[in-house]
């Protein structure tokens, strides 16, 4: 073998090569250990623990059946760059976390989409008024998510849970490596709504894109059972799969107005389903009675001014049965002139116009019930007579809301009886006795039901075997064009009733011909009569209300 002699330049060359290489070495575990540390322990130290937030989800919302109208859900993803690779999506069932080196989103999923989304809402991540009004009592962090309508808004802390930690250990490049503790999430007990989704969802396709609020509860308790609103818009656009430009499309529409709940946020002249007011301020103040007959003769003069009759001709002799059976404008003109605004204005807010219901739902209207302040207040004039005439059969300026229509029917069917409308399945029932007069409410729910049987003005419900009391109603829009709100409200059975519905049906014409067939409809399945025919106006030519 040959050496390198030790007086050659290879050796040299060598030689200093290595010795060159351990001083790099030495230099650099001096500078490791001495210089910089206590730098680098430190940071070993805290890359080894890092503690995550386990999200605490939002309490389940179901109908009264246990049907889920609203959930929380996670979608896990990694990071590819500046891109999102997205690796499932999974309920808030055992929160599976465990072992993945994953971030994730927390979403909101409403299974019923339109058909819900006045009742439920939807959640939008928290912005700085979210924060500075901490309403809740609890901090909140930057990715949290707070109502923002219906339900998830109303209730917002109550569907809060109590989010948890977890503390792991990771590796220098930071990947996972196991779990050394946590503190498991606290999650709200669920929601339960007194809402039918079944109903909701049937009904809302019903109405199939047309303007108008189709409301049915529970009279003898005030439960909705279902509260529809259309157009509407999907809650997942705003929570789920956040669609901008759907949401942009929603905020211009100012002809359909998809984001307003007709239901509570629209205030409408009831037309002639405010003659119940009448009649039951007339009997009540004793001003009329059962037997007292007024004569319609077709037309009413007061000074200069003349009122017709909705139908053109005259019904004669007339009861308060008989004008609430064929919506008489005559007799409530001058039932009106006999009673005076106070009395009418008295029991309008007996049956809860004017004010709100307190429904479970931010943005209810109180409405307006008008009078010589409010007149004067507002429209700086003096109260005349035909403003009471006006107001007597719920035109001029009186505007209420669906809902409230729907709470003053509810009273009828409850003998007198007035409760508190709500959508929380087990809430407190809270109830009021109006101390109306039995022979009072008997006589009023008489007319309702003559009103839906032949010679009656809701002409597509002749046909039923279910006892049904109704009222119809056609309303003046106001603004100068002939188009008319149609209304109907109706409980059954008469008898002893299940449900109270209403049905609006905004610019729709006339409450017999376009609300009744809705309302129709719905109690044929409701009441099993599958073969009970429900009319049209196509198909029977009818002058009505």
Not at 146 to 171: A, H, Q, T, W
Not at 285 to 302: H, Q, R
Request: with cysteine.
């Amino acid at each position: 073998m040959n050496q390198i002699d030790d007086s050659s330049w290879k050796y040299w060359i060598l030689k200093f090569g290595l010795i060159f290489s351990l001083g790099v070495v030495l230099v650099s575990i001096f500078k490791l250990t001495v210089i910089k540390g206590t730098y680098y322990k430190n940071l070993a130290m805290e890359n080894k623990l890092m503690e995550n937030k386990i999200p605490a989800a939002r309490a389940v919302i179901t109908d009264r059946k246990g049907r889920i109208v609203a959930k929380s859900v996670y979608q896990y993803f990694k990071m590819d760059g500046d891109n999102k690779i997205y690796e499932g999506v999974g309920d808030f069932q055992g929160y599976k976390f465990e072992g993945r080196d994953l971030a994730y989103e927390l979403k909101r999923s409403y299974p019923y989409g339109e058909s819900m989304s006045f009742v439920t809402g939807y959640v939008g991540k928290i912005n700085q008024n979210d924060k500075n009004s901490n309403k809740c009592g609890v901090k909140l962090d930057d990715d949290e998510f707070v109502g923002r309508s219906g339900i998830e808004s109303f209730l917002d802390c109550e569907l809060r849970g109590s989010d948890g930690r977890r503390l792991v250990e990771v590796d220098a490049r930071g990947k996972y490596v196991r779990e050394l503790g946590r503190q498991e999430p606290i999650v709200a007990s669920d929601l339960k709504l007194s809402i039918d989704a079944y109903w909701q969802d049937k009904i809302y396709k019903l109405l199939n894109g047309r303007k108008g609020v189709v409301i049915i509860s529970d009279p003898k308790t005030g439960k909705i059972i279902n509260m529809v609103s259309s157009p509407a818009y999907n809650p997942n656009d705003f929570s789920y799969d956040v669609n901008n430009e759907k949401i942009r499309e929603y905020l211009s529409d100012n002809e359909k107005l998809p984001l307003m709940n007709r239901s509570i946020s629209g205030r409408y002249s009831p037309g002639s389903v405010f003659k119940i007011v009448m009649a039951t301020a007339g009997l009540e103040s004793g001003v009329i009675d059962k037997n007292t007959e007024i004569e319609d003769t077709g037309v009413l003069k007061v000074g200069d001014y003349t009122y017709k009759t909705w139908s053109g001709i005259s019904d004669g002799m007339v009861n308060v049965v008989k004008a609430i059976k064929r919506s008489n404008d005559i007799f409530f003109y001058k039932l009106g002139e006999r009673l005076g605004l106070e009395r009418i204005d008295d029991w309008s807010r007996k049956y809860g116009y004017g004010s709100k219901t307190g429904i479970e739902l931010s943005g209810e209207l109180e409405g307006i019930v008008p009078n010589e302040k409010w007149k004067k207040e507002v429209k700086g004039e003096n109260w005349f007579l035909g403003n009471t005439i006006h107001l007597s059969i719920g035109q001029g300026d009186l505007s209420v809301t669906p809902l409230q229509v729907n709470q003053m029917t509810n009273i009828i069917a409850n003998k007198g009886i007035k409760c508190k409308m709500s959508l929380l399945k087990d809430s407190k029932i809270e109830c009021t006795d109006l101390k109306i007069k039995k022979e009072n409410w008997q006589t009023i729910i008489q007319g309702m039901e003559e009103a839906c049987k032949p010679g009656g003005t809701a002409w597509p419900l002749f046909n039923f075997k279910t006892r049904i009391a109704c009222k119809t109603g056609t309303a003046e829009v106001g603004d100068g064009s002939k188009d008319t709100h149609a209304w109907l409200t109706a409980f059954a059975p008469a008898d002893d009733p299940q449900i109270s519905i209403t049905v609006l049906l905004e610019r729709g014409g006339q409450g017999s011909d376009m609300a009744a067939p809705i309302v129709g409809d719905i109690l044929k399945e409701w009441f099993d009569e599958p073969n009970t025919i429900v009319p049209r106006k196509t198909e029977i030519k009818v002058v009505s209300e």
